[in-house]
């Protein structure tokens, strides 16, 4: 691996702005996980002659806080991440806030993803979420190559 150096980046309001809403995203991850375990039944069916305790629900909203703070734990270490170009003095800083922000994305996407997941895989079962659960992988796989994207939009030729 490249020795690269060490540098404070100044977050820019958009780097803020994106840091607030994963924020928001994540507490509304665990709203919308407390309001379904309150209209899940006590047993929820997974199989035809099985059944599962509600609590289960917590399970995805653990596991995406989990990843969010893992995440955000690295996302102020741009020397440790992988760059598409060499990383030169005259891009550095360029490059270490695309790749910042571009971590930031990815844990916005990331909630998102499992708040979609917990909705369509849950809200089923109490009565909300409808007949969209056919959209449920291609919204995924459109949030999970958003953020691939970005990258390429964003690199410099």
Same mark, same amino acid.
């Given at each position: 691996m490249e020795d690269r150096p060490e540098i404070t980046i100044q977050l820019? /309001?958009?780097?803020?702005?994106?840091?607030? &809403? %994963?924020?928001i995203l994540l507490a509304l991850l665990w709203v919308t996980t407390i309001y379904m375990y309150w209209q899940l039944p006590d047993m929820i069916?997974? *199989?035809?002659?099985?059944?599962?305790?509600?609590?289960?629900?917590?399970?995805l909203a653990i596991l995406g806080s989990l990843q969010f703070f893992l995440i955000s734990n690295v996302e102020d270490k741009p *020397?440790?991440?992988?760059? /598409?170009?060499?990383?030169? /003095?005259?891009?550095?800083?360029?490059?270490?806030?695309?790749g910042m922000r571009m971590i930031k994305l990815v844990k916005i996407l990331l909630i998102v993803v499992f708040i979609l997941i917990e909705y369509y895989s849950y809200g089923d079962l109490a009565g909300l979420s409808g007949n969209l659960f &056919?959209?449920?992988? /291609?919204?995924?796989? %459109?949030?999970?190559?958003s953020p691939l994207a970005y990258a390429f939009i964003k690199l410099d030729k």
């Open positions: 820019q /309001p958009a780097d803020k702005v994106l840091e607030v &809403a %994963g924020y069916p997974n *199989h035809p002659d099985d059944a599962m305790d509600k609590r289960t629900i917590f399970l *020397h440790l991440m992988n760059f /598409p170009l060499k990383i030169t /003095p005259e891009n550095i800083k360029r490059q270490y806030a695309r &056919a959209w449920l992988p /291609p919204i995924i796989l %459109g949030i999970v190559f």
